[in-house]
């Protein structure tokens, strides 16, 4: 019988620069396989419905969305999921940190199952003795459950600049700031895991706006965030926003493409799609009858109601391509999976 080739250390290394043998992975492969624990490939976000199409966050995902469509809301729902269990790293560029907090509260708050929490009520209102006894019980108990996911979540917004995602070595460089990277490795010692989740919002915010060729700045950061997950082992989400004319598009792929590394890269590719694109997607006839209940709709959203959304995976190199109504509570700061049966005409619309 023959002997198995288990490679040492210094041969691994070697391996990683140099072409090599399939033996020479074997065992490292086999033992990466799974025992039946994980029930996903990619890490539990707790909401089950998107967990089972796109099997979970795996490696390199990006989320589409036009401006107001809730990509935000719900990245950071899909990371808290995450943080029950693995530390998270949440970079921000267009919220500020105490935003960003105000969001997982809100977020904390459905996960509790406790009353919806306004933007306004928390930030101007939250330390109000006069608070009706509901509402400031809800902040109370979704600040204690934040605070104790909260020690696997790490905040950088845009206040100290936008990070580079990988540390390339450059002559005479004098900016000491820690990478993507660099954070991702030092998460992983903090919390003692080699899982992390790291949410980007927006993958546009890190395209270097100072190359005057955009195409090429786009495919650059795309292969430098592909890098990084294989490098670093983490999980990468980033919010993308869909090109401005997406809403009277047929395309999906048309929809969120920068360049078109921004979908080829990613292991899964997912969108919202708002009302305003259904409707315009649809016939002549369906849109003469929907247009009263949309300017419905978003008056009723204002209040705490749901607007009719959908998930559309358009991109799944494991799971393949599948789409899920949603119920967005934008006001609340939260999705739900599902159809809301007073507004079953606009979802008959996809």
């Given at each position: ?345 606009a979802y008959k619309l996809f």
């Amino acid at each position: 019988m023959a002997t198995k080739f288990k490679p040492s250390d210094e041969l691994k290394k070697e391996q990683a620069e140099y072409i090599h043998p399939l033996n020479a992975d074997l065992q490292d492969y086999k033992e990466s396989l799974g025992d039946g624990s994980r029930p996903f490939r990619g890490l539990a976000t707790g909401f089950d419905e998107i967990d089972e199409i796109i099997g979970g966050l795996d490696r390199f995902i990006l989320l589409a969305g036009r401006s107001g469509a809730g990509k935000t809301t719900l990245a950071l729902q899909l990371a808290l999921g995450v943080a029950q269990h693995k530390p998270v790293i949440i970079y921000s560029f267009e919220m500020s940190r105490n935003e960003i907090i105000t969001s997982l509260l809100k977020a904390t708050a459905h996960r509790l199952g406790l009353e919806g929490l306004y933007t306004k009520t928390i930030e101007l209102q939250g330390n109000d003795p006069n608070l009706p006894s509901n509402v400031a019980d809800a902040i109370a108990q979704s600040l204690t459950e934040l605070d104790r996911t909260g020690e696997r979540v790490f905040i950088k917004d845009s206040s100290q600049g936008i990070p580079a995602i990988l540390p390339y070595p450059t002559q005479g460089k004098t900016d000491k700031s820690p990478t993507i990277y660099d954070d991702i490795e030092r998460v992983k010692k903090i919390c003692k895991s080699d899982e992390v989740l790291v949410l980007i919002d927006s993958v546009q915010d890190v395209v270097d706006t100072s190359n005057p060729n955009q195409v090429q700045a786009e495919i650059k950061a795309v292969n430098d965030l592909t890098i990084l997950q294989q490098k670093t082992g983490a999980t990468i989400l980033v919010t993308a926003q869909k090109n401005k004319g997406s809403v009277n598009s047929q395309d999906s792929y048309g929809d969120v493409m920068g360049s078109m590394s921004f979908i080829h890269k990613p292991n899964t590719v997912i969108e919202l799609v708002t009302l305003a694109e259904m409707i315009n997607k649809a016939d002549k006839d369906h849109k003469e009858k929907i247009k009263d209940l949309a300017d419905e709709i978003e008056q009723e959203s204002k209040q705490g109601n749901c607007k009719p959304m959908f998930l559309n995976v358009i991109k799944g190199r494991f799971t393949g391509v599948e789409s899920l109504p949603l119920k967005f509570y934008g006001a609340y700061g939260y999705f739900e999976a599902g159809q809301d049966k007073n507004y079953s005409d606009a979802y008959k619309l996809f």
